[in-house]
């Protein structure tokens, strides 16, 4: 079974913990203030979750999720994520992360700068356009009718095939962005942003969205 290594033990990193051990997942969890502050959570998640460094995840997870603030990506440690495919759910907040001229004028996206940042990984967007509470909550069976869906987006076909399963694992459809460079389309601000929606109407959110505000 895959191990997932999560660096960053957050609202959104927690929740994706839960949902991984819940499909029967292996999970490495880290966080910036040490493995022991992760007790409880370990608790939580039960025989299937450890706790470790973030280059301890990064070793032991065959996929990795990073899940840290965007002022915060060049501390994710770079050889252990070496090659391996990477989920990124960050979004850019310039009043916690400061001003980033590139986002502000639109000529990048977060997940090319963790791109950059990891230059052998293979990015795929994920999970950062839902509240963290209702990707424990929001999930349905494949099929439901009006099934909420997330997008994703990604130069490398095996980084998106593994989101898309991924997210029908924890209950919802999947509509692919396209490259990296689309990925702005599900970030802050953009109508696709935090709503619930089905896949066809987060197509429809996805195709009005504006570059910059």
């Known amino acids: 079974m895959t191990t997932l290594g999560i660096i960053g033990a957050g609202h959104i990193g927690s929740q994706i913990a839960r949902v991984a051990v819940a499909n029967g997942?292996?999970?490495v969890i880290a966080n910036s203030r040490g493995p022991e502050t992760l007790a409880d959570l370990v608790e939580e998640l039960g025989?299937?979750?450890t706790a470790g460094t973030a280059v301890e995840a990064g070793t032991a997870g065959d996929v990795v999720v990073v899940t840290v603030p965007l002022h915060a990506i060049d501390q994710v440690p770079v050889e252990p994520l070496a090659g391996k495919i990477v989920l990124d759910t960050n979004n850019y907040y310039f009043?916690?992360?400061g001003h980033i001229e590139a986002l502000d004028r639109g000529e990048t996206t977060t997940s090319?700068?963790?791109q950059?940042?990891?230059p052998t990984s293979r990015i795929a967007k994920a999970f950062n356009h839902i509240y963290a509470a209702a990707i424990t909550e929001d999930?349905?069976?494949?099929g439901t009718e009006d099934r909420r869906a997330l997008a994703t987006a990604g130069d490398d076909a095996e980084a998106v095939d593994f989101v898309t399963r991924f997210y029908d694992q924890a209950g919802f459809d999947t509509v692919n962005v396209g490259p990296l460079s689309e990925s702005w389309r599900v970030e802050r601000d953009r109508p696709?942003?935090?709503v619930r929606q089905n896949a066809e109407q987060l197509r429809a959110n996805l195709a009005i969205a504006n570059r910059l505000p």
Do not use: N, Q, S
């Open 192 to 194: 696709a942003y935090v």
């Open 139 to 142: 999930g349905t069976p494949a």
């Open 25 to 27: 997942y292996d999970v």
């Open 112 to 114: 090319e700068l963790l």
């Open 47 to 49: 025989p299937r979750a």
């Open 116 to 118: 950059a940042h990891l």
């Open 95 to 97: 009043e916690r992360d």
